[in-house]
């Protein structure tokens, strides 16, 4: 008997405790990628080189629920889109885009209250990279890593269980040397290295929040 009327009392702390949510954002990140920018700038120059730090643009989606008052465990996925043109040789054009896919299980530290959340963590995940290079003729290359976050974020109430979110993270991205199904790879002439995608980002992002 006490059993059960151990379990009947702790079910409303369970639905207390227990708490989903779900995100969908759009954001930039600010990154610095030398293998990519060496490669870029060394092999096909022009007057539109890449700097140190360059933009592109992200969108991330997110599920949550919340373990506890104050912890919370959320899987994120996250894509990366970049692409870099310019005019080579006598009217040919050099073009190279890449999608980073970022899906990360990320573990919170939750402030809440009457119409705000505020979440700090970090976690880490699989980094896939698909990149195609057209040099006259396009060729296409992967590449399988892992990466590494830091995040906050805040959310605000817009209505119902309706929420604005405001987002930063900061990313160690480390795909890796990218190769075709060829396993040829992307050769820096002017190192003698293997290019990569290895990233180091900040982000900023908005988006909307709902909570069940």
Do not use: C
């Not at 290079?133 to 269980?161: C, M, Q, R, V």
Request: hydrophobic share 40%; net charge neutral.
């Amino acid at each position: 008997m006490k059993k059960y009327l151990a379990i009947i009392f702790l079910i409303p702390l369970l639905q207390i405790n227990a708490q989903w949510d779900f995100s969908a954002s759009m954001g930039l990140d600010f990154k610095y990628a030398s293998s990519y920018r060496d490669y870029i700038n060394s092999n096909f120059p022009s007057a539109n080189k890449l700097k140190s730090f360059n933009s592109s643009i992200n969108f991330t989606g997110e599920a949550g629920y919340r373990t506890s008052q104050f912890f919370q465990l959320g899987f994120e996925y996250s894509l990366v889109i970049d692409s870099y043109s310019t005019l080579i040789g006598a009217g040919g054009i050099y073009d190279i885009s890449y999608l980073m896919h970022r899906p990360s299980i990320v573990s919170y530290y939750v402030l809440a209250g009457e119409g705000y959340k505020f979440k700090f963590g970090g976690g880490l995940g699989l980094r896939f990279v698909s990149l195609k290079e057209d040099i006259f003729t396009e060729t296409k290359y992967n590449a399988t890593g892992i990466g590494f976050l830091l995040k906050s974020e805040a959310n605000t109430l817009l209505g119902g269980n309706l929420f604005v979110l405001l987002g930063l993270d900061l990313r160690y991205d480390l795909p890796g040397d990218l190769s075709s199904d060829a396993n040829k790879r992307i050769l820096n002439f002017a190192n003698g290295e293997n290019v990569n995608l290895n990233t180091i980002s900040i982000g900023i992002k908005v988006g909307i929040t709902y909570m069940l």
